[in-house]
């Protein structure tokens, strides 16, 4: 029993050494997202479905639900880092409950560092990643509305 306690004593002590090394480098923003991220997963049978791969290798998947002109649900999935984590968090709750010109227009690389209180300058990709899966996401709503038909077929 003293094992368990000790080694549950340990790794909660790792943990905190962990997060006190991490605020020297990021903002509590990034941190919660990080530790509490939301929006997180699939959405079947999508409106609109974004793919892309960041030049760190990480993969931001996002997908969109609309109802009429306003994005009703928007969730991700990504194999990435902390900081992709949280900028994929954060763009899909600027998304949500806007039109989709406001999100075409205000979800950018820009708006995700700052609503993030900044990134490293190493981390800067992953806001551009998040940034891009999502206009990607919206593309492909545009996509299938000139195209409805293709909707019941698709796949993700």
Same mark, same amino acid.
């Given at each position: 029993?003293?094992?368990?306690?000790?080694?549950?004593? =340990?790794?909660? #002590?790792?943990?905190? $050494?962990?997060?006190?090394?991490?605020?020297?480098?990021? /903002?509590?923003?990034?941190? !919660?997202?990080?530790?509490?991220?939301?929006?997180? %997963?699939?959405?079947?049978?999508?409106?609109?479905? %974004?793919?892309?791969?960041?030049?760190?290798?990480?993969?931001?998947?996002? =997908?969109?639900?609309? !109802?009429?002109?306003?994005?009703?649900?928007?969730? =991700?999935?990504?194999?990435?880092?902390?900081?992709?984590?949280?900028? #994929?968090?954060?763009?899909?709750?600027?998304?949500? %409950?806007?039109?989709?010109? !406001? #999100?075409?227009?205000?979800? /950018?690389?820009?708006?995700?560092?700052?609503?993030?209180?900044?990134?490293?300058?190493?981390?800067?990709?992953?806001? $551009?990643?998040?940034?891009? /899966?999502?206009?990607?996401?919206?593309?492909?709503?545009?996509?299938?509305?000139? #195209?409805?038909?293709?909707?019941?077929?698709?796949?993700?």
């Amino acid at each position: 029993m003293t094992k368990d306690k000790d080694l549950e004593k =340990f790794q909660k #002590a790792l943990q905190e $050494q962990i997060l006190e090394q991490a605020r020297k480098e990021y /903002s509590e923003e990034v941190i !919660e997202r990080w530790m509490n991220p939301r929006n997180m %997963g699939k959405i079947d049978n999508p409106d609109g479905y %974004g793919k892309v791969v960041g030049v760190c290798g990480d993969t931001i998947e996002i =997908f969109i639900r609309m !109802e009429q002109d306003t994005i009703a649900e928007c969730t =991700f999935v990504t194999d990435g880092c902390g900081a992709t984590l949280s900028c #994929a968090t954060m763009a899909t709750e600027l998304a949500q %409950g806007r039109s989709f010109q !406001e #999100a075409l227009a205000t979800v /950018s690389t820009d708006v995700i560092l700052k609503k993030l209180g900044g990134l490293p300058e190493s981390n800067v990709h992953c806001a $551009q990643l998040a940034s891009q /899966s999502l206009r990607h996401a919206l593309a492909d709503v545009l996509h299938h509305r000139q #195209a409805p038909w293709k909707q019941t077929y698709r796949k993700t």
